[in-house]
């Protein structure tokens, strides 16, 4: 069990960051759904699905082809970072550049001709970022959580001030304070700026952590190596398009909605589905947490006689977990609800949705380490490149018709093809003994579950959370009872 705790505690630690971060961001929806309308928040939705799928191109699948070989060639571990950094440098560094010469042309295609400087600022925001994400991997690699985790709350705690400052404080102090504070507010605070502020908060915390991560950066000993690049690129080129292709199943939704809806209601709609997204917080919280932990931890675990069994150990925890979150949210969405505005709240029928898509995307990135470990990434372009020509196929048919809710739908049958998919070719190429059975049973029973608190629509509210409780906690105790090796886990867990 010691691998097992290990990434449990990793896991932990990572998701610290990820949580308070995400947690806290999902704690500003509140102030966004009511400080923004629908359309303008739709404004900083499409502007952030930008900034994914263009983290995707920026960072190339160079953090995972980092880790697999450092992982190869131990006594080569600083010609590998050194190499990777100066690559994804240069990258970064032309795509900001490019960014500004073009900046008006990009923005009208964008359709922003009016706002030049939201292109400016999220340019500088992904080139950043892209930058940052070499050291942040360094340091996962180094099993240096407790670092990772300072530099990255250092970068949320200036963000989430900034925006607090911007959207609430200054214009607090312009209705109430005197002339004089009013005065010195005014040259750097612009009521017409509005969304723009979302922005500038993050060009200045991604500016903070790249500072906070320059002693990692300095570790660059050697020039990079030419033939190490050239055979880091042919391993990870293809996750870049799996990284696209995954983007595109992920994000390009919310692109669809823009240009499928009417325009007069486009916006508004956009608005509504980012909001709801958001109420799957926890579950793509933890998801992340997981990813950040588990990747180093697999290819570290692939030289144990017995990693392929504690993959299938780790696959179980996982859907555990994540449908214990699917039920904590699903059952109390009541609650849950109040996190954003009331002219939101029509979107919640795709909460449960969104939560099982996220669910198998999960037991996607599990089911993923068969190819990386073997080298056959192309694999996993392949998947993604059929989940994204799914998801295009059932958003351009399936938006115009019912919105949003066709969105939700085409992304879960999108998670869960490549999910599919990925098990059955890896149980040929790299077979890893996983409970599939088992696992879908539980699904199953965590949808009937769900489906069976429906019938408590009905009965007083406090009556209703505690039945809802009492099913969590059947959830739960069936979960345990019936797998051995969870039970001898937790007393573990509990010792340790």
């Known amino acids: ?108 295609v964008m359709r922003y001709p009016d706002n030049v400087e939201y292109i400016v600022w999220i340019g500088l925001i992904i080139g950043m970022d892209a930058l940052a994400a070499i050291p942040f991997a360094r340091l996962r690699a180094e099993n240096k959580p407790l670092r990772f985790v300072v530099i990255r709350l250092a970068g949320i705690a ?64 050697t020039k990079p190596d030419p033939v190490l690049l050239r055979k880091m690129l042919i391993y990870a080129l293809p996750l870049l398009v799996a990284g696209l292709a995954g983007w595109v199943n992920e994000a390009l939704d919310k692109l669809l909605l823009k240009f499928l809806l009417p325009e007069e209601t486009a916006m508004s709609q ?34 144990q006689k017995d990693a392929k069994q504690t993959y299938a150990q780790v696959m179980n925890y996982f859907v555990i977990a994540c449908l214990t979150i699917f039920l904590g949210i699903t059952l109390f969405i009541d609650v849950v609800k109040h996190f954003i505005g009331p002219q939101y709240h029509e979107g919640l029928i795709v909460v449960p949705i969104l939560l099982l898509a996220n669910l198998f995307l999960g037991i996607y990135f599990n089911l993923s380490i068969w190819y990386k470990l073997t080298g056959k990434t192309y694999y996993g372009a392949w998947f993604s490149v059929i989940g994204a020509v799914v998801t295009i196929l059932l958003n351009l048919w399936w938006i115009p018709i ?30 890893i003994p996983y409970q599939l059975i088992r696992n879908l049973l539980m699904i199953s029973f965590a949808i009937l579950i769900f489906l069976i608190s429906f019938f408590t629509a009905g009965i007083p509210t406090t009556l209703m959370y505690v039945v809802h409780l009492f099913l969590l906690g059947l959830f739960l105790m069936v979960s345990i ?16």
């Open 1 to 108: 069990m010691n691998p097992l705790r290990r990434l449990a505690g990793q896991t932990a630690i990572y998701g610290l960051s990820s949580i308070v971060g995400r947690l806290i961001n999902f704690l500003l929806v509140p102030l966004y759904t009511r400080v923004f309308l629908p359309g303008e928040y739709g404004v900083v939705t499409i502007m952030y699905t930008y900034v994914a799928v263009l983290l995707i191109v920026l960072t190339y699948g160079m953090e995972t082809a980092y880790f697999r070989f450092a992982e190869q060639n131990p006594e080569q571990k600083n010609k590998v970072f050194s190499t990777t950094l100066l690559s994804v440098l240069f990258t970064s560094s032309l795509f900001i550049l490019v960014v500004m010469l073009w900046r008006q042309d990009l923005a009208t």
């Open 158 to 221: 200036v963000n989430i001030s900034l925006v607090l400052f911007f959207l609430l404080l200054c214009p607090w102090l312009m209705e109430n304070a005197g002339d004089t504070v009013r005065q010195y507010v005014t040259y750097i605070y612009k009521p017409e700026i509005g969304v723009g502020y979302v922005f500038i908060a993050n060009l200045i915390a991604s500016s903070v952590t790249l500072l906070l991560l320059s002693p990692v950066m300095r570790q660059v000993r």
């Open 270 to 303: 956009v608005g509504i589905y980012g909001a709801v997204y958001k109420l799957a917080i926890m579950m793509t919280i933890f998801i992340q947490a997981f990813r950040f932990a588990a990747e180093p931890f697999f290819f570290a675990q692939a030289k």
């Open 402 to 431: 019912v919105g949003y809710y066709g969105s939700a739908w085409a992304t879960l049958i999108c998670y869960f093809s490549l999910a599919m998919l990925s098990y059955l070719f890896g149980q040929k190429h790299y077979r």
């Open 481 to 496: 009872a019936t797998d051995s090796s969870l039970r001898t886990g937790i007393k573990s867990f509990m010792r340790f």
